[in-house]
Structure formats: structure tokens, C-alpha cells
């Protein structure tokens, strides 16, 4: 796929691995439609980095916790800009629920974000997707995570969310097969949790394989490569320094 003057919706790019993503779909010189909730001050950053490195790109506000925003949100990007060539399906929430204390409401809402929102906008943006620019079929990437490969008792809902995330990839790739790829990068530790201790900072690096941390231009170079790779589909890509192989 020739990336330039393509149209992009990168979900939850205002802030972390999905900013960083659709900062590097604009550089390829992408249309990028930049999805935010409640970080509007990060999506106006990324607006302002993709244009300034000129690409072009608009910021779309919209809660995907809402079941009826993801058919909303694709009519409204395509709307703008005529086309929907490349999905990728960043946004999720990543939230601490030990077993034995997560309620369904916490459940729900993990599910609602992380595996149901990425299924209903892939529904909605397909016909969008199939047609792509100038007849040339478009792709998908979902943002899945080591979480989905490893298991952390402090986080199963999470971990099953993004299990469900790399099975959603596999299904879509075979049913929306030929005219749209579908495949999926899951990032390990290129970004730290938020209000982690140098301790557990320092026992993640000491634990991965090759020593450090990622950035998140690893992730965004693995979903480059995917949407450049025009003969994969339904390939998950870990990018966790090793971590899945230390056992």
C-alpha cells in the first residue's frame, strides 16, 4: 500500500501510542483523522505535528464507550474526506482490577472500549475500507498488547480484552479477505503505566530480554510495516523487547 494522500482514522490519537502512530501516518504523508475523547489538548498537538511535517490532518471528538459512536464517527471521517483507506484501532483503557474486586460495571466498561468499540468501527468503516482510494482496497491494525499473550492476575479483564483483540484480528482478516488486510501489533513495555514507581520500572527493565524499554516508534514502525506488507493478513506482531520469549 502506497501510504501517501491515503485517509487514516487513528482511534485515541490524542495521547501516547495511538498520538504517536498517527504522527507517523501524517509523515508518510497521510490524511489522518485524529479520534479523541476527552484529550483534546494532545489531538491538537498531533494535528499540529502531522501538518507541520506536511501531512494534513483534522481531530474528531467522540466517546466509544457509547455504543452508537462508532458508526457516527466512521460516517463523519468519511464524510470529511471522502475515503476511509487505513483503520487502526488504538484507543483502550488500561486500568488495575485484581481479581476478586472487579465489578461488572469495571468489566463492561473494559470490554466496551477495548473489544467492542475496535469490532463495531472495523463493521462500519469495511464498506468504506473495500472500496479505499481509487479503487485500491484499505487495511486495519488493531493495538492489541503483551497482556494478551501473558497472563497478570491484576489485570485479567484487561488481558482478556486484548486476547479478544488478536482472535478479532484473525476473524476479520478471513472475512473481509481480499479486499482488506487486517492485522495487529501488540506493544510491550514502550510506555510505562501511569503512576508506576521506579521499583516496578526498574523490574521491567531488568526483566525484559533485551534490557530496556521500547518507544513508541516501535510500535508505529510495526504498523507501518504492516500497511505497507500487502501480502499479510491476520499476523500479530509482539513488540515487547523479548519479554514474551523469557520462559
Known amino acids: 500500500m502506497e501510504l501517501r494522500d491515503r485517509v487514516g482514522l487513528v482511534t485515541g490519537a490524542g495521547r501516547r501510542v495511538g498520538q504517536a502512530i498517527a504522527v507517523a501516518l501524517g509523515a508518510r504523508g497521510m490524511r489522518v483523522a485524529v479520534h479523541f475523547n476527552r484529550s483534546s489538548g494532545g489531538a491538537n498537538e498531533t494535528v499540529a505535528r502531522i501538518n507541520a511535517a506536511g501531512g494534513a490532518a483534522e481531530a474528531f471528538e467522540e466517546d466509544l464507550a457509547d455504543p452508537s459512536t462508532p458508526e457516527r464517527l466512521i460516517a463523519r471521517v468519511a464524510g470529511r474526506f471522502g475515503a476511509i483507506d487505513v483503520l487502526v484501532n488504538s484507543a483502550a483503557i488500561m486500568r488495575r482490577t485484581p481479581f476478586g474486586q472487579v465489578t461488572p460495571a469495571a468489566w463492561d466498561e473494559i470490554m466496551g472500549l477495548n473489544l467492542r468499540a475496535p469490532f463495531f468501527l472495523s463493521q462500519a468503516a469495511a464498506p468504506y475500507l ?32 486484548k486476547g479478544g483483540i488478536v482472535n478479532l484480528t484473525r476473524a476479520l482478516a478471513r472475512t473481509l479477505a481480499p479486499a482488506i488486510r487486517v492485522n495487529a501489533v501488540a506493544p510491550g513495555t514502550v510506555l510505562l503505566p501511569e503512576n508506576w514507581t521506579e521499583e516496578a520500572a526498574e523490574h521491567l527493565r531488568e526483566t525484559t530480554p533485551l534490557g530496556r524499554f521500547g518507544d513508541p516508534s516501535d510500535v508505529s514502525g510495526a504498523v507501518i510495516f504492516l500497511l505497507e506488507s500487502d501480502y499479510i493478513t491476520g499476523e500479530t506482531i509482539i513488540v515487547d523487547g523479548g519479554r514474551h520469549v523469557r520462559h
Open 130 to 161: 473495500a472500496r479505499g482510494t481509487g479503487g485500491a482496497g484499505g487495511a486495519i491494525v488493531n493495538i492489541a498488547d503483551l497482556a494478551a499473550f501473558e497472563t497478570w492476575p491484576a489485570y485479567v479483564p484487561h488481558g482478556v480484552s
